[in-house]
T-cell receptor, first 113, second 115 residues
Framework: AAGVIQSPRHLIKEKRETATLKCYPI?????VYWYQQGPGQDPQFLIS???????DKGSIPDRFSAQQFSDYHSELNMSSLELGDSALYFC????????????FGPGTRLTVT | AQTVTQSQPEMSVQEAETVTLSCTYD???????LFWYKQPPSRQMILVIR??????QNATENRFSVNFQKAAKSFSLKISDSQLGDTAMYFC????????????FGQGTRLTINP
C-alpha cells in the first residue's frame, strides 16, 4: 500500500538559512498534518491542512509557513533557521477530519549547524 | 486542554513475556479517540492500535490489546508474547472527535525486549 512520502529524508543547513520540506500524502487523503519531534521528545503539532485550507495551528514559529497545493501535497517552509530547529519533522495524512487515523511519513531529519 | 501522561519512561522484559504500558489522559471531551504509536530505532511512527471512546469493548490487534477505562481516563497497552521486534518507543496519543484534530502525545515509554 502507498504510504506518506517525505522529501528530503535528511537535510543539513546553516543558521539563518532557509529550508523547504515536502510531503506527499497517501492517495485520496485530503488532510495533512506537520509535527516536530526534538531529540528525546514526543512529537509536537505544528499545523494542519484540510482540502487545501489551514485547519489548525499549533506551536509553529512565525519563521515557518506551510501550504497545501491542489494535488494535496504540502510544503513546510522554514526561514532564518536556528540551532533549536534541529529536529525530526513528520508529515501525516488522513482521509478527512474527525478522528481518522493519521498515517505518518518517515520524517525529515533537519540538522542546523 | 488535553494532556496525556505516560508514567513509565523505560521498561524491559524478556522475549515471550507479557508487558503492559500505562497511559492516563485528561480531557473534558466525551467523544474522542486514543491511539498507541510505536517508534522503532528507524524513527518511523507506526500506528499500533486505536480505541474509540464510545466503544466499551477493548480494541485488539493480534498480540496487542488495550485496557480502556473511560471513567478512570486510563488507556494501557498490553503486548503478549513479546518479540525482539517490539523493541521501540511507544507513544500514547489522544485526539478529540470534533474540534482541533491534532494528536496530543504522551512523553513515551522506551520498551526493550531482551533475548
Amino acid at each position: 500500500a502507498a504510504g506518506v512520502i517525505q522529501s528530503p529524508r535528511h537535510l543539513i543547513k546553516e543558521k539563518r538559512e532557509t529550508a523547504t520540506l515536502k510531503c506527499y500524502p497517501i492517495p485520496r487523503h485530503d488532510t495533512v498534518y506537520w509535527y516536530q519531534q526534538g531529540p528525546g521528545q514526543d512529537p509536537q503539532f505544528l499545523i494542519s491542512f484540510y482540502e487545501k485550507m489551514q485547519s489548525d495551528k499549533g506551536s509553529i514559529p512565525d519563521r515557518f509557513s506551510a501550504q497545501q497545493f491542489s494535488d494535496y501535497h504540502s510544503e513546510l517552509n522554514m526561514s532564518s533557521l536556528e540551532l533549536g530547529d534541529s529536529a525530526l519533522y513528520f508529515c501525516a495524512s488522513s482521509p478527512g477530519l474527525a478522528g481518522h487515523e493519521q498515517y505518518f511519513g518517515p520524517g525529515t531529519r533537519l540538522t542546523v549547524t | 486542554a488535553q494532556t496525556v501522561t505516560q508514567s513509565q519512561p523505560e521498561m524491559s522484559v524478556q522475549e515471550a513475556e507479557t508487558v503492559t504500558l500505562s497511559c492516563t489522559y485528561d480531557t473534558s471531551e466525551n467523544n474522542y479517540y486514543l491511539f498507541w504509536y510505536k517508534q522503532p530505532p528507524s524513527r518511523q511512527m507506526i500506528l499500533v492500535i486505536r480505541q474509540e471512546a464510545y466503544k466499551q469493548q477493548n480494541a485488539t490487534e493480534n498480540r496487542f490489546s488495550v485496557n480502556f477505562q473511560k471513567a478512570a481516563k486510563s488507556f494501557s497497552l498490553k503486548i503478549s508474547d513479546s518479540q525482539l521486534g517490539d523493541t521501540a518507543m511507544y507513544f500514547c496519543a489522544f485526539i478529540p472527535f470534533q474540534g482541533a484534530q491534532k494528536l496530543v502525545f504522551g512523553q513515551g515509554t522506551r520498551l526493550t525486549i531482551n533475548p
